[in-house]
C-alpha cells in the first residue's frame, strides 16, 4: 500500500477518535423533581433486579449510552445484563426495564411516575428531572 495513503488513513482515523464523543463521561441517574440522591449500589441494584422499589427505564439497545451506563452501575456487559432478566423473567422474580427511544422518552416517562427511574447523557438534563447520581 501506498505510504501516503496509509498515512492520510492512519490521520482521519485518529481524528475521528480524538473527536468521538465518549458518552461514558456524561451519565446521569434521572427521577422526578422531588427525588433524592441515590448511591451506585441503589442503582446498580435497581437495574440488576433485586430492588423493585423503582420502575426503572432503560434507552433502545442499539443506544451506545445504554451499554456505557450498565458497565458504569453494574460492571456488567450487555450479555450479562440480558442473561440476568432472562432468568428474573422465566422465574416470575420480575420484569425487565421499559425500553424507551430516546432522552426525551426517558425524560416524559420518569417525569410523569414518581417511581421512575432513568438514566440519560447529561446534556439532555433540563427542569423536568432531577439527576440522583452522576456515574463517572
Excluded: H
Amino acid at each position: 500500500m501506498n505510504k501516503d495513503l496509509l498515512r492520510v488513513i492512519l490521520g482521519v482515523v485518529t481524528v475521528l477518535v480524538l473527536t468521538a464523543r465518549c458518552p461514558a463521561d456524561e451519565i446521569v441517574v434521572v427521577m422526578g423533581a422531588g427525588a433524592t440522591a441515590l448511591t451506585k449500589d441503589q442503582v446498580a441494584g435497581i437495574y440488576l433486579g433485586r430492588n423493585n422499589s423503582l420502575n426503572p427505564v432503560d434507552l433502545a439497545e442499539s443506544n451506545p449510552l445504554r451499554t456505557a451506563f450498565y458497565k458504569r452501575a453494574t460492571d456488567r456487559d450487555p450479555p450479562q445484563i440480558k442473561a440476568i432478566w432472562s432468568r428474573l423473567t422465566f422465574t416470575g422474580q420480575g420484569q425487565p426495564p421499559r425500553e424507551m427511544p430516546d432522552a426525551a422518552a426517558v425524560k416524559k416517562a420518569v417525569a410523569a411516575d414518581p417511581k421512575a427511574i432513568g438514566y440519560i447523557d447529561k446534556a439532555d438534563v433540563d427542569a423536568s428531572v432531577k439527576v440522583v447520581l452522576t456515574l463517572n
